[in-house]
């Protein structure tokens, strides 16, 4: 079946008591059982482990990114952090894309590094410098395509066949694509994170993560972190996602074409010094994105000419879009990813890696096109 399909079919069935379409937010903290001999005989003891809600949304990702279960989290953060958490022990060493969401990069650099963990933040589009950056104890490498903000690619393909050679993990954070777009199982990959507050949820309502294992084991793994570390998805987030779901294909459609509209116009406009959008021909690895993924997504990012002081004013300024943290959601977002989302990364470190500070991002939401745009022109001009 379809992708369409399947993001409103799968892992989901008509409430068995009462028919209703919507799998029920069950609010509940435990579960009655039958008796000490058929103790889980209904598969649920305590929500800390395990909620019908949530179980549905689970299944639902698993489908979606062709692996064999998937654990929901609180947030994307926690997803990271049950990777880590399942992979990774004191004395080991983890590759980490040197351009990556802010607080992956905070997460290892603050608090794993405190576990006894060893980073090394590598240029991952490079899949030499993944290999030359590999330790006898590296355990696990976690690539994040396209990556937040730069949209810099990983060759999953390639990565995955030297973390399988050398008997390690790859995880990928597919947070930017989706499964619509990208499969990074089927590329090679272990693991697949996201952040769903992004294009699952769709909506800007919930924080929430996901992490989808390719075999039953690894899902295994996760799943002990997450009981023990009770860093569960709540019943209302999981239920507000599915819905969020049910419309995901639609939306990456329409965004991304706006997106591609979006970057046109301001890789033609005088006022814009760069423009970077993985779907236009100018984009340095035009050939990985179409290999790799069936669509461009709706992130973008540009400088304008002028540098900081004007894409402060642009960012001050602009009407329509909404000066805010978040992506992938039906509201249009410009955030300044230098003061905003990764602000914990040293300043020489961003800068090594081009996130400038005249640096402005763009997720493209569900507005038409020409609205978004006229905002754009106006705050330009
Ligand atoms: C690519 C990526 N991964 C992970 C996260 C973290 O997700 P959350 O904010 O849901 O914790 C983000 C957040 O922006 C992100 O952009």
Redesign the pocket.
Same mark, same amino acid.
């Given at each position: 079946m379809g992708f369409s399909t399947r993001q409103i079919h799968a892992g989901v069935r008509p409430d068995p008591v009462t028919g209703a379409i919507n799998t029920p937010i069950y609010q509940t903290t435990t579960y009655v059982q039958d008796s000490v001999d058929e103790y889980l005989a209904k598969g649920y003891s305590y929500s800390r482990s395990a909620n019908p809600t949530v179980r549905a949304l689970e299944h639902k990702l698993a489908e979606l990114e062709g692996g064999a279960d998937c654990s929901c989290y609180g @947030?994307?953060?926690?997803a990271?952090n049950a990777v880590f958490m399942a992979c990774l022990s004191a004395g080991d060493h983890c590759i980490v894309s040197d351009v990556?969401?802010g607080?992956?990069y905070r997460l290892a650099t603050q608090v794993f590094s405190r576990f006894g963990v060893d980073f090394s933040f590598v240029d991952t589009a490079d899949s030499e410098a993944v290999a030359a950056a590999l330790r006898d104890n590296t355990r696990l490498v976690l690539t994040?395509t396209p990556a937040?903000p730069t949209l810099k690619l990983t060759d999953l393909r390639a990565v995955s066949a030297l973390t399988r050679e050398q008997g390690i993990l790859h995880a990928v954070?597919n947070?930017?694509l989706t499964p619509y777009y990208q499969l990074p199982l089927q590329l090679g990959a272990d693991l697949v994170?996201h952040?769903? @507050?992004?294009y699952f949820d769709g909506h800007n309502a919930t924080?929430?993560?996901a992490v989808i294992a390719a075999t039953p084991e690894l899902d295994e793994r996760l799943r002990f972190v997450q009981n023990a570390t009770g860093t569960i998805m709540s019943p209302q987030v999981a239920f507000l996602t599915l819905q969020g779901c049910k419309t995901l294909s639609v939306r990456l459609q329409r965004q991304s074409a706006s997106a591609l509209a979006i970057a046109e116009f301001l890789e033609a406009h005088p006022k814009v010094a760069r423009v970077c959008y993985p779907g236009l021909p100018s984009f340095p690895q035009a050939e990985l994105a179409r290999s790799q993924a069936t669509g461009h997504g709706a992130m973008l990012w540009f400088e304008v000419a002028g540098g900081l002081p004007a894409g402060k004013q642009l960012m001050d300024r602009i009407r329509l879009w909404t000066l805010a943290?978040?992506?992938g959601s039906v509201e249009s977002l410009v955030t300044h990813p230098a003061t905003m989302?990764h602000a914990d990364v040293e300043e020489a470190e961003r800068h090594r890696v081009g996130i400038t500070d005249g640096l402005v991002r763009l997720s493209v939401g569900l507005e038409d096109p020409e609205d978004l745009i006229a905002a754009l022109d106006e705050a330009l001009s």
């Open positions: @947030t994307g953060m926690a990271i990556a969401y607080g992956t994040e937040n954070d947070t930017f994170v952040s769903t @507050t992004k924080v929430g993560g943290e978040n992506l989302t």
